[in-house]
């Protein structure tokens, strides 16, 4: 079998050629608008808005840029994300729309849109069979799997718990429900901080399992009859439910790539990275480090796989920033990412996605 194409054009620009003019010949020149057809067809950017606080995020301009070409074709655009399982700015549709909206993604900026995929409070999901290792049946936002076209669109970073943050990650974890991210992140369920709760009963009126008691004005979730689908994280006031995230990096990263083909089987796909403000950690975070290393440039692909392997190791032949989080840490991995957070093996995603048939590891670069 013949080689992923992947499409890469550099951060330089000239007085003829500005950034999204670049962004855009890249996608002209991978070809998305070549072989797929737009024409009346709804087409899902899937993107992070960035946590409020955070400045690592993609500008919206990027986001234009993509939304301009699907418009051309004849598509109809919109930017999504789903909801957060953790506590922060986008834990339910409308403090993720105002995140958004404050990063500057709004109609005005892009051109689109944005829907939040999962709903309201993360339980707008549609369930999607895939019969893996680890996931049979995925829990993804409904909006995502309504699109008749997916659009990656990623900030390529690293990450804490799975080496980095790329368009596996992106889709896989970013398109799961609250209890899809809830599967994916845990191996037990999510549980109650007394001192925190206050007795409110909303989780228990959401609770379709009876899994849930309030005794003493404070809840308590039975997980013999808890099946972790997250919905009362959503609905607590107080932020008093609680999950552990105690999954194993590495079935954590199985869990991103099953999630993953999830989203992608069985309809026209598409992605971009761009490896620039490497942070060391998820845009997730209300904050961000300088980077790691210096900006390297756009990677376009219609093979998530190879697109992750190309800019791994883009990123890993850089020279690292002088005070970054990176340099002052001791390099015996020889990988940039493992280096920056020891405990993490980004390399499984990558196996266990091309062990599934998402794509391929080996690839052809192509400069544009």
């Known amino acids: 079998m013949s080689a992923s194409k992947v499409y890469f054009t550099d951060m330089h620009t000239t007085s003829s050629i500005n950034l999204p003019q670049k962004l855009e010949r890249l996608i002209r020149k991978a070809g998305m608008l070549d072989e797929i057809d737009f024409k009346n067809k709804y087409a899902a950017i899937k993107i992070h808005f960035g946590e409020a606080g955070n400045l690592a995020f993609l500008r919206p301009n990027y986001a234009k840029v993509v939304v301009d070409l699907v418009k051309e074709a004849g598509g109809k655009a919109f930017l999504t994300d789903c909801n957060t399982l953790y506590v922060g700015s986008r834990k339910n549709a409308l403090d993720h729309l105002d995140t958004a909206y404050l990063n500057g993604f709004s109609p005005f900026s892009t051109g689109c849109h944005v829907i939040i995929a999962d709903g309201l409070k993360g339980t707008d999901e549609a369930i999607v069979p895939i019969d893996g290792e680890y996931i049979k049946e995925a829990k993804i936002g409904r909006a995502v799997m309504d699109a008749d076209i997916f659009i990656s669109l990623t900030h390529f970073k690293g990450h804490e718990s799975t080496g980095f943050g790329g368009a596996l990650k992106n889709i896989g974890m970013g398109c799961g429900s609250r209890a899809g991210k809830m599967e994916q992140h845990n191996a037990g369920k999510p549980h109650v901080e007394e001192e925190t709760c206050i007795g ?169």
Not at 257 to 272: G, N, Q, T
Not at 315 to 321: D, E, G, L, R, S
Request: a negative charge.
């Open 200 to 368: 409110c009963g909303q989780c228990k009126k959401q609770c379709a399992h009876d899994a849930i008691t309030i005794e003493n004005r404070k809840s308590y979730i039975n997980h013999d009859k808890c099946v972790g689908c997250g919905r009362c994280i959503g609905v607590c006031p107080v932020d008093a439910v609680v999950t552990d995230l105690d999954e194993a990096n590495d079935i954590l990263n199985k869990k991103i790539a099953e999630y993953s083909l999830a989203v992608l089987k069985d309809r026209p796909c598409f992605h971009i990275s761009l490896v620039v403000d490497v942070s060391p950690n998820c845009d997730c975070h209300s904050e961000n480090d300088i980077p790691i290393v210096p900006n390297i440039g756009m990677f376009a692909s219609f093979d998530p796989v190879a697109l992750d392997q190309a800019c791994a190791d883009a990123v890993n032949k850089q020279c690292i920033v002088d005070g970054s989080i990176l340099s002052k840490m001791p390099h015996e991995h020889h990988d940039h990412f493992t280096d920056t957070h020891p405990d993490t093996n980004w390399k499984v995603c990558l196996e266990h996605a091309e062990k599934i048939g998402i794509g391929k590891r080996e690839y052809e670069l192509i400069t544009v």
